[in-house]
């Protein structure tokens, strides 16, 4: 009876912890971080998602309402960005874009150069900062040169 107590104990103690993905820092305003999932809030409070293809690849991005955004001490949340192809059944690589100013995403497909094989994305956070994306042929993602996942099947 004692041990089953403790482990009751422990088990209470443990379920309300949460975990938090690591923070990649762009730069002094922007930092991002991978998701696994999505909040009921988090996506009532986003916009319509917009999309953008190229190649067969699909990113979508909501904004969060400025009225109703996640904060973090000083970071407000930005927006959603997804990345994912337009198969059934994968397993897309999400980011939480948080910044220190106002945010206005946009994102728009890139020229790629003939060198480099795969897909460039501009993620436009407002009028001066710009994030690359690009996603190699086998869907492997990175954001200013920092690795963020793969896309999965």
């Known amino acids: 009876m004692k041990t089953s107590s ?10 309300p912890m949460t975990v938090h993905a690591a923070s990649i820092q762009l730069s002094d305003n922007t930092r991002i971080e991978v998701v696994e999932s999505l909040t009921v809030r988090e996506l009532w409070n986003a916009t319509k998602a917009t999309s953008v293809e190229a190649g067969g690849v699909v990113v979508d991005s909501r904004m969060f309402d400025s009225e109703a955004r996640p904060r ?10 997804m990345v994912g192809t337009g198969d059934i059944g994968i397993q897309p690589v999400a980011v939480r874009i948080w910044t220190l100013k106002p945010c206005d995403l946009t994102i ?3 020229v790629s150069s003939r060198s480099r094989p795969g897909h460039e994305f501009n993620m436009r ?3 001066k900062e710009v994030l690359k994306m690009y996603v190699t042929s086998d869907l492997r993602i990175t954001v200013n040169g920092n690795d963020i996942g793969r896309v999965k099947d």
């Open 6 to 15: 403790i482990w009751l104990l422990l088990l209470v103690s443990i379920a």
């Open 72 to 81: 973090e001490g000083k970071w407000r949340g930005c927006g959603i960005v």
């Open 108 to 110: 728009t497909a890139a």
């Open 125 to 127: 956070l407002g009028s």
